[in-house]
């Protein structure tokens, strides 16, 4: 236990400070909020092709199960009234990615967000690869509006938040107009020196750009970053250790998935949305580029929130003679059902205890293997699809592989694996309550 707690203090010094700094650093905060505000459209988009392949596909899982395909034979006539909404959800994400960065940076310095966010926007395409030219009409290609423009997106909403921000505060670059003046006039002229100026400046760095580089920065950031970045990963070594440090960060109390938010859809969220278009192309899960994504995490190693905590809520159900537990473990369950876990990490407490920590960081884990081994063996076939974090547990495979069964089994066998992992440690906290309640019995029998 002096180890232990030794342990705790040496990395509570090295990780808290650190960690609070990421977690309060404007360009980190922007970037993730940018994709948190983005997740409801991008998952329309998923929900939607779940609902043209599942539902109205002649072969999909609820229409079978349903006998929808016979009760409706022409049920399939009815996928392209959907299919256009991939068209505005994922299909432009880089179109909100740019815009909500600037605006959440010009937010966090107190800048006019809204004309921010479109100064960025504006930028966004300032640098787009130009016009086709077929049968002289102008054709604009949609590749880099998508997962592939990505980087680029997030660079110019970083730097055109930034220059924004800090111009728009110069009072010799704002137009001050009369009061009778109507006030959205007044907004816009008072920020358009910091606009005209962003614009030239990008305007002259993409042409230089272009000299050096004729493909442009789309192609350039794309070969440079995006895609080492992406195959990092798509390597399941780097989705367990994110996982780790994940986990290891809500230990200290540090909210583990927001502090690393920004790396983690750096690194995957172009292969899930690439997933996600390879099924709405071919109408299945089986053959999808890219097995490995975040998606792992949140099929197998995630019910009851981070650390599998659902199966540490059965396991103080099944072993802890903790009157404390249980109660904590009551109050827990129907939160954790829906992948919420405060209650249990703050309330029994996980956070710092050092009989829980080491369960908490292996279970996920585990669990990430297991659902990689499945994938990989073709046992099941990739999570292409986004499903609601809230969704209880296994459903989430379920549902993310559009329907497989086996995927659901799998599910439940990483349950019952992170229940039988936490068993013993769970024994373990009901010795160490005893021990302590016996030291404490002793204390209060010694004289005074």
Not at 136 to 153: C, E, I, M, R
Not at 186 to 209: D, E, Q, W, Y
Request: hydrophobic share 55%; with cysteine.
């Amino acid at each position: 236990m002096g180890f232990m707690a030794s342990f705790e203090r040496v990395m509570e010094k090295a990780l808290v400070p650190v960690a609070a700094k990421l977690n309060s650093q404007r360009h980190i905060v922007a970037i993730r909020d940018a994709f948190i505000l983005a997740f409801p459209i991008t998952l329309a988009g998923s929900l939607i092709v779940l609902l043209n392949f599942a539902v109205l596909a002649p072969d999909g899982f609820i229409a079978k199960l349903l006998f929808l395909n016979k009760l409706f034979p022409n049920l399939a006539d009815y996928q392209q009234v959907f299919a256009p909404v991939l068209n505005g959800s994922t299909s432009i994400l880089s179109i909100f990615i740019v815009f909500l960065i600037a605006r959440n940076i010009a937010i966090a310095m107190k800048a006019d967000d809204l004309l921010c966010g479109l100064t960025a926007l504006s930028t966004f395409f300032i640098v787009y690869p130009a016009y086709t030219v077929v049968d002289g009409a102008n054709f604009l290609s949609t590749q880099w509006v998508g997962a592939q423009g990505l980087f680029v997106a997030m660079i110019i909403g970083l730097l055109v938040g930034e220059i924004f921000s800090r111009l728009s505060r110069s009072k010799r670059l704002q137009i001050t107009m009369p009061a009778s003046v109507p006030p959205a006039i007044a907004r816009t002229f008072k920020v358009l020196f910091p606009i005209v100026i962003i614009t030239v400046l990008f305007s002259v760095g993409n042409a230089i750009i272009l000299a050096i580089y004729p493909n442009g920065i789309h192609e350039l950031i794309y070969a440079a970053i995006q895609t080492p970045l992406k195959n990092l990963g798509t390597n399941i070594f780097s989705l367990v250790l994110l996982a780790i440090v994940s986990n290891l960060l809500w230990v200290f109390g540090i909210h583990g998935p927001n502090t690393i938010a920004a790396i983690r859809e750096g690194m995957f969220a172009e292969a899930g949305l690439e997933n996600l278009n390879y099924v709405a192309a071919h109408g299945s899960a089986w053959g999808a580029p890219y097995p490995v994504t975040w998606a792992i995490n949140d099929a197998f190693a995630n019910y009851g929130g981070s650390g599998m905590t659902l199966g540490l809520i059965i396991a103080i159900f099944i072993a802890s003679r903790r009157q404390d537990y249980r109660d904590i473990g009551k109050l827990s369950i129907a939160p954790g059902i829906f992948n919420i876990n405060e209650p249990i990490i703050f309330g029994l407490p996980v956070v710092l205890n050092p009989i829980l920590i080491f369960p908490f960081i292996l279970v996920p884990a585990v669990n990430i293997l297991i659902g990689y081994i499945a994938i990989s063996t073709k046992l099941i076939p990739p999570i292409a699809y986004a499903v609601p974090w809230t969704t209880p547990g296994p459903l989430i495979a379920f549902f993310g592989t559009g329907g497989n069964w086996m995927a659901l089994f799998i599910g439940l066998i990483c349950l019952a694996v992170s229940t039988l992992v936490y068993l013993p440690f769970v024994l373990a906290s009901n010795k160490a309550a005893s021990i302590q309640q016996s030291s404490e019995s002793s204390n209060n029998d010694l004289p005074a």
